[in-house]
């Protein structure tokens, strides 16, 4: 069975960096396209950051526009592990992050519990 | 950016009714579009992808339909635990965006 497993989330200060990993078990890891999305309390879901299969990305790495510049999105096959660099954090970054598995078509077919990020004073 | 428009925001239906979301692209998309079910304290669970694939182990009762611009998600008989939120998301394009959700409460 797949799964998705998010860490690294917690109460962080404005202008502050957090570090979110997500181990994946269960399929080949190296060989799937991975994504982070991210839902703010009360809000819906919004696509946050892409990495290509392959070592360090491959071909693509893509970002919302909101988080160019302050993420890094990065991957460890030999570790089954995608991470999330997140610096100079802003109040409207409070939201649960989730990691999700690119399928067909750029469906996203497994997805992690979810990890909060808090930012605040 | 291409935007995604779902309709209705929300709506009130009973065990047993019809339900259509239907979800709109700003531009052709093809069949780039997903749709998924958010319950609270849960994973995103994908229904639907490439317009009308139903994902393994999903219902029958959930279809997906459209190509271009705009796209549909039907319930044929709603169940109880299909009250939750439901999004589109496109993925012909960076940024890959969702709509901004369909909440579906019991009646």
């Known amino acids: 069975e797949v799964q998705l497993v998010e860490s690294g989330g917690g109460l962080v200060q404005p202008g502050g960096s957090l570090r979110l990993s997500c181990a994946v078990s269960g399929s080949t890891f190296s060989t799937y396209n991975m994504n982070w999305v991210r839902q703010a309390p009360g809000k819906g879901l919004e696509w946050v950051s892409y990495i290509s299969s392959g070592s360090s990305g491959g071909s693509g790495i893509y970002y919302a526009d909101s988080v160019k510049g302050r993420f890094t999105i990065s991957r460890d096959n030999a570790k089954n592990s995608l991470y999330l660099q997140m610096n100079s954090l802003r109040d409207d970054d409070t939201a649960v992050y989730y990691c999700?598995?690119?399928?067909?078509?750029?469906?996203?077919?497994?997805w992690g519990q979810g990890t909060l990020v808090t930012v605040s004073s | 950016d291409i935007q995604m428009t779902q309709s209705p925001s929300s709506l009130s239906a009973s065990v047993g009714d019809r339900v259509t979301i239907t979800c709109r692209a700003s531009q052709r998309i093809s069949n780039y579009l997903s749709w998924y079910q958010l319950k609270a304290g849960k994973a995103p669970k994908l229904l639907i992808y490439a317009a009308s694939s139903l994902q393994s182990g999903v219902p029958s009762r959930f279809s997906g339909s459209g190509s271009g611009t705009d796209f549909s998600l039907t319930i044929s008989s709603l169940q109880p635990e299909d009250f939750a939120t439901y999004y589109c998301q496109q993925s012909y394009m960076i940024p890959r965006t969702f709509g901004q959700g369909t909440k579906v409460e019991i009646k």
């Open positions: 999700a598995r690119d399928f067909r078509n750029g469906g996203l077919d497994y």
